[in-house]
């Protein structure tokens, strides 16, 4: 067992005093501003407000042409106080404005604006750009009244970029490598991305398959802590090179170009950027095209001696592309739409520490690692049920009894005496075989009893169960419109409608306690075509007949175990019928016996053809551990009341019209504005904490999901034991409940807020990982930041934790392939609590919850992890993700 961890995270070296670096920097001119906006205002066509001039794309440009482009600032072409360029030396106008006027030239190409265009020439034309010089302080931070860094805010975007180009200057030697490799700057909208280049080759099967070392790096704070912190992450990028690519329709695919400078006279100079562009498949054009902020079209106009691929090119021919044509070179960032890659994703926490120490040595002077976290607690799991060896096989059956007599318990809590019945609707038979035993094994319900038929009976332990088996039919097909049906979203909503109502046609409508319904379909590569995938429209559909749903993939060469996959849909599916018993924690004697969790996750619906606009709906979940009815339960606003889980499961997918363009309830023909949503969402938390002051409760809220909407969660205004909503003045945390305390956790999500993290090992030890619950060595008394951190579930393949894949040997072991998972870092921020109260205590009661017999260890406290997951009722598809983290689990 490991006594420390440490995190990949670094912050501002005291010892060596501020960073100040002096730059020229340029500023977005004032008349550059107001005639290009109103140059491009010209075209809008959106519903949405009108939202800026499109100005990443010039910065793309600007840091593909000109060397010299250190970074660009953020917001500078709105705020004329913010600069736009920075750069160690002046630039010439003659670098900068060809590639300013090009981007100009393309804000508006119709016809129709190019006598405006023309006059927008003609005002730039008469201002001169004017440089000046800056001091920056890099290391610059303010802190807040509750104690909270906050640095500079230009320092979210400049800093990241600025290390990073350090960071490229240096070689990077891998352990086995022979050779230095080289890192390349990728821009990103959260921070700054490192790769190394060219790409790394492995040969399987006949063919090389590509792919790089990533690193991160982005800009954070903790709660209560006045430093901030730079995180530093790392993993693999992969590159697709499948002749030809195949690319999901209705979604970006990254290309990341190797360019020459124009008008660069050093050939030979070394280049340190790889510039962003994205294509996707253009309805209207009937082919794709660069899209979003890519600018390697506007590169194309300027430099007339090289030559620039078109999507087409590089989808027909992408190793001939990755390899370079001319000078020329493009990678295509794969994703795991795009089907599979036979390199594994992830790194080990061996090779993970050698990167982390050449990050080290390279942030040196001005950065230093942050402290190592030592655990706190030696106790990190509940009363669980011990792991016995197969071969044992007495005291296996005896802990497996254990097992199924409390999924019992648990299944006759959340029916509260009701019969349950369970549709089983499968393409093969032998998945329904699968089901069905499974179903048997957890339950405790023998062989020679499981029945036979289409409905089964299971009468066990004050359980009725009846068991419905039907074929799935045409009801796992992708979902097609008529032919005369031309609108994409009327083509959306009508595929949607007519498969909700067929799953209504084949099932009839339940009354009571909510069924559940365990379902085959195929997989996600049988629905390449947008809004095709029949998944949520099933699940709607069996809402409307008053079951919750569960899915499981039909069988391939790339899935798991049908066993292991039957098993795992029939937990979800009682998870979903709130049978989830808490564990027994062993926090101490401090916790009261009579304790509630309530957590709040707030759904972002996405804007797509069925949505229409994007809105967000707060979701709370209660547990009480000890109810000998319903202990899992969910807020029904309607009724200003907490019904059980499953029913607000069918309730959120049943009332889920997908329009949310319609007028609002309160009748009025105007749509809900974010603000309006926000208010709503703060209304919600009052009255849930109003209803949680009859005992005490544990309120968990997560920072990156719900401080968007609940503003006060920002790290500006956060303050301990205190709580505040819009407007008014902070409140005393005793206000809300005398026997409330609140745990604020923060996950990696797309921003990296939580570093990545290896234990170190002794001596020439290989690092490795540790589960645990932790605090910095540098915490203050009565700490409220912790750290926890779960093990690789017993079901994960074992991965050598030395296994290298950047610095392999010529003709090495085949490591590339081997997917490595990281176990996920959560941070807990004791945010109010008691004065009497141990801090510590509660983050170890938060850490417990994350570990439960019937599921490997949980990303999120299980309270939270059930909010979070009624997502799959509200909305139709996960989130596009146009560059994907390929950093492993």
């Known amino acids: 067992m490991h006594s420390v961890i440490t995190p990949c995270a670094y912050e501002p070296d005291p010892g060596t005093g501020p960073w100040i670096e002096e730059f020229q920097v340029m500023t977005f001119a004032d008349q550059w501003r107001t005639e290009l906006t109103d140059l491009f205002a010209l075209g809008w066509r959106s519903r949405d407000p009108f939202a800026g001039l499109p100005v990443r794309k010039l910065d793309n440009l600007l840091r593909a042409v000109a060397p010299g482009i250190l970074a ?30 090009s981007w100009v030239t393309m804000l508006r190409p119709e016809n129709e604006h190019r006598a405006a265009t023309r006059r927008v020439f003609d005002a730039i034309r008469t201002t001169k750009p004017e440089w000046r010089k800056c ?44 050779v230095d490799q080289w890192f390349r700057v990728v821009r990103r909208e959260q921070g700054a991305e490192l790769v190394t280049w060219p790409p790394l080759p492995y ?92 600018s390697v079209e506007i590169i194309g106009e300027l430099d007339i001696v090289q030559r620039y691929p078109k999507p087409e090119e590089i989808i027909a021919s992408p190793r001939d592309w990755l390899r370079g044509q001319g000078k020329v070179a493009a990678g295509v960032v794969h994703s795991t739409a795009m ?38 607690s030696r106790i990190s799991k509940p009363v669980l049920l011990p792991k016995v060896p197969k071969t044992d096989t007495a005291r296996r059956a005896q802990v497996d009894s254990q097992a199924v007599c409390a999924r019992r318990a648990a299944l006759r809590a959340a029916l509260a005496g009701k019969p349950l019945t369970i549709e089983i609707v499968t393409l093969y038979p032998e998945t329904q075989e699968h089901l069905v035993h499974q179903l048997a094994v957890l339950l405790g319900v023998a062989a020679e009893d499981s029945g036979n038929g289409s409905v089964r009976h299971w009468s066990v332990d004050g359980l009725e169960i009846e068991l419905s088996l039907s074929d799935a039919g045409s009801l796992g097909d992708a979902l097609t419109a008529p032919p005369e049906v031309k609108s994409k979203d009327a083509r959306a909503s009508e595929t949607l409608r007519a498969r909700r109502a067929a799953v209504a046609a084949r099932f009839p409508r339940r009354t009571g306690r909510a069924g559940l319904a365990l379902v085959e379909i195929p997989g996600a590569d049988r629905f390449t075509e947008p809004d095709s995938d029949p998944k949520f429209a099933l699940r709607l559909g069996f809402a409307d007949t008053g079951r919750v749903s569960q899915f499981v993939q039909v069988s391939d060469d790339h899935t798991a175990d049908p066993a292991i996959r039957a098993e795992s849909a029939c937990l979800d599916g009682l998870r979903q019928l709130g049978a989830s018993s808490v564990p027994e924690h062993r926090a101490g004697a401090e916790i009261p016996a009579d304790l509630q969790y309530v957590a709040l996750w707030a759904v ?27 202990p899992v339960e969910g807020w029904d606003d309607d009724a200003r009341a907490w019904i059980p889980y499953s029913d607000l499961l069918v309730s959120l997918a049943a009332g889920n019209d997908l329009d949310t363009d319609g007028p609002r309830k309160d009748g009025r023909d105007t749509f809900s504005t974010a603000e309006d949503e926000r208010a709503d969402i703060e209304r919600r938390i009052r009255a849930i904490l109003f209803q949680a002051r009859d005992r005490p409760t544990l309120l968990f809220v997560n920072a990156g999901n719900l401080r968007d909407s609940w503003r006060w969660l920002g790290n500006r205004t956060l303050v301990k034991d205190k709580l505040g909503f819009t407007g008014e003045p902070d409140q005393r945390l005793g206000a809300f409940g ?89 941070e807990l921020t004791l945010l109010g609590c008691r004065a009497e109260d141990d801090p510590a205590v509660w983050a170890a009661l938060s850490h417990q919850l994350r570990f439960h017999d019937d599921y490997v260890p949980l990303a999120r406290p299980l309270p939270m992890h059930l909010a979070k997951l009624a997502d799959e009722y509200l909305n139709p598809l996960p989130a596009e993700r146009v560059s994907p983290e390929e950093t492993g689990p």
Not at 348 to 372: I, K, N, Y
Not at 752 to 768: I, L, M, R
Not at 789 to 799: G, L, R, S
């Open 738 to 826: 005398e026997h409330l305390r609140i745990v604020l956790l923060r996950d990696r999500n797309s921003r990296e807020e939580v570093p990545q993290w290896y234990a170190p090992g002794k001596d020439s030890e290989t690092p490795g990982f540790s589960l645990g619950l932790w605090a910095s060595q540098d915490a203050p008394p009565g700490n409220r930041v912790f750290a926890s951190t779960a093990d690789v579930p017993k079901n994960f393949p074992k991965v050598p934790r030395g296994l290298r894949k950047i610095g392999r040997e010529p003709n090495g072991s085949s490591s590339p392939t081997v997917p490595a998972w990281n176990p996920q870092y959560l």
């Open 135 to 178: 001091p920056v302080e890099l290391s610059g931070t303010d802190v807040s009244p509750g104690g909270t860094a906050l640095p500079h805010q230009r320092l979210y975007a400049l800093l990241p970029e600025l290390l990073a180009l350090r960071l490229a200057a240096r070689p990077f030697r891998s352990e086995g490598a022979g």
């Open 203 to 294: 040969r399987k099967n006949g063919l090389d398959h590509h792919y790089s070392a990533l690193l991160q790096i982005t800009v954070h704070n903790v709660p209560f802590t006045p430093s901030f912190r730079v995180h530093v992450s790392s993993g693999i990028r992969r590159w697709s090179t499948r002749t030809p690519i195949w690319t999901p329709r209705g979604r970006g695919v990254t290309v990341l170009f190797d360019l020459p400078f124009p008008w660069q006279e050093d050939s030979e100079a070394r280049r340190t950027r790889l510039i962003g562009n994205v294509m996707k498949f253009s309805p209207q054009d009937g082919r794709y095209t660069w899209r979003g902020q890519s």
């Open 339 to 376: 089907g599979r890659h036979q390199i594994g994703t992830g790194l080990m926490p061996g090779e993970r520490a050698h990167l982390d120490a050449w990050v080290a040595d390279g942030l040196r002077p001005w950065f230093r690692r942050t402290s190592p976290l030592e655990r706190v």
């Open 604 to 630: 972002r619906k996405q804007a797509t053809a069925l949505t229409k606009r994007a809105s967000r709906h707060l979701v709370a979940v209660r547990i009480r551990p000890a109810a000998p009815e319903h």
């Open 72 to 101: 660009t600032g953020r917001g500078a072409s709105a705020d004329p106080s913010v600069p736009w360029l920075y750069a160690r030396e002046q630039l010439p106008d003659d670098v900068v404005m060809p590639a300013f006027l």
